[in-house]
């Protein structure tokens, strides 16, 4: 371990890391069907194919950066190649361009994400102490992105903003680009040159034990929850912006317009629990902190599905819940995955979790989220009570799956 950890030079990576794909992801339903005018069965391609990636990783990231090659030279190359094929989604207007393109991209992108986890946790003394402290500027990237990415369509495109979001994909490669070159100066995170088995096998065999083969299983149907949020958010927000009246119209002046602006209330919020994790982890069980996170997934989906009810303030806690969600489950998984496997295939493991919950869960849940906007579409008329009601009830049931599988442990190690 280091004795004094970089943690402001992590922290500037998670920064970058978070805002190449904060700046687009947000907006890609509405700006496909808005602008490029795809079918919500086009669209859940492009997110299943913008899953690959994740699913490879494992396989090509993890076993590279635990057996041949420094995590920070393997992130430096990803992220400027990667750099150059988001820009291209900018002005690809066929969907089957688009769908090449983003399979390419996600192929280079996703190793991306596991592997600054796990230089994070290669430098990091007290990953409960320290990690929120560094991961938490991620969330503050994607903040920043789609607060600037809000205000450019209000002022820049106040005309027709779905076009104007094409102006994402280029914030994104110039951010990859520029998180490329930073990699070069990250700390060196080498090989184990001395380990010779296949690091992904022995991270395989790894998670078959608990508490990770139940972490695992939760991975996915927690992460089609996951992408209804992600899919459907923004369109959903920016129907209510569009009736701009009182705070709303306040919240606008801010967040800018599109619906993007106003999900960064869910980062905000983000950065509060993260920021208190430290706290959170010393006095729950990890158990405990993924029960939390489920259960805020499903008040969240409920304040959207009665959004008529709750009215614009129910909605904003919606919206605010997102960092419970987040900081709670996902977060402390990958934490648990850290604490849960050996120093020597850390990295593949962390990228066999990306695979699930990034990969296969984004995948599956994309097809289900896009497919449910036309399950609860009655004589052209979308039911956003019926949409956010399955994932609602998804949760509940992942909570109970938690509850009775998950072993009570104060911490594990």
């Not at 920070?72 to 393109?101: C, D, N, P, R």
């Not at 607060?147 to 820049?156: D, F, R, S, V």
């Not at 489950?329 to 066999?352: C, G, K, P």
């Amino acid at each position: 371990m280091n004795e004094n950890p970089p943690i402001g030079r992590l922290s500037v990576m998670m920064f970058l890391q978070y805002a190449i794909w904060g700046a687009w992801l947000p907006l890609l339903w509405p700006f496909l069907t808005g602008h490029r005018g795809m079918s919500p069965e086009q669209i859940g391609n492009m997110f299943a194919v913008g899953a690959l990636g994740a699913i490879i990783a494992p396989f090509i990231a993890g076993q590279i950066a635990d057996r041949w090659f420094a995590t920070e030279k393997f992130l430096a190359l990803s992220h400027i190649i990667g750099g150059v094929l988001v820009w291209q989604l900018a002005s690809i207007e066929t969907y089957s361009s688009f769908l090449m393109f983003s399979l390419i991209y996600s192929v280079v992108y996703s190793p991306t994400l596991p592997l600054t986890n796990s230089l994070a946790f290669h430098h990091l003394d007290d990953i409960d102490k320290d990690f929120g402290r560094v991961r938490v500027w991620g969330t503050v990237g994607w903040i920043a992105v789609g607060i600037a990415i809000g205000q450019w369509l209000m002022y820049m495109h106040a005309d027709n903003p779905t076009a104007g979001m094409a102006d994402a994909f280029r914030l994104s490669g110039l951010l990859g680009v520029a998180m490329g070159v930073y990699c070069l100066t990250l700390p060196n995170t080498p090989p184990a040159e001395t380990e010779t088995q296949n690091a992904t096998g022995r991270a395989l065999g790894e998670i078959q034990r608990q508490p990770l083969i139940t972490l695992f299983l939760l991975a996915v149907p927690v992460s089609c929850i996951h992408q209804f949020y992600f899919v459907h958010t923004a369109g959903f927000l920016g129907g209510l912006q569009e009736q701009a009246s009182g705070f709303i119209d306040m919240v606008n002046t801010v967040v800018g317009v599109g619906g993007g602006g106003l999900m960064t209330i869910g980062q905000m919020s983000e950065i509060v629990v993260l920021t208190m994790m430290p706290l959170f982890a010393s006095k729950l069980s990890r158990k405990h902190l993924l029960g939390l996170g489920l259960i805020a997934y499903a008040v969240r989906m409920a304040l959207f599905a009665n959004y008529e009810v709750v009215g614009i303030g129910g909605v904003m806690i919606g919206v605010a819940m997102h960092g419970f969600a987040f900081g709670c489950f996902i977060f402390v998984a990958f934490m648990v995955v850290d604490e849960n496997t050996s120093s020597d295939v850390r990295a593949s493991a962390q990228s066999l979790f990306n695979l699930v919950i990034i990969g296969i869960g984004t995948i599956v849940g994309s097809k289900i989220a896009t497919s449910a906007a036309t399950w609860s579409t009655h004589d052209g008329e979308l039911s956003f009570y019926q949409l956010f009601s399955y994932p609602m009830w998804a949760s509940i049931a992942c909570l109970a799956i938690l509850l009775v599988f998950y072993p009570n442990r104060k911490k594990l190690s």
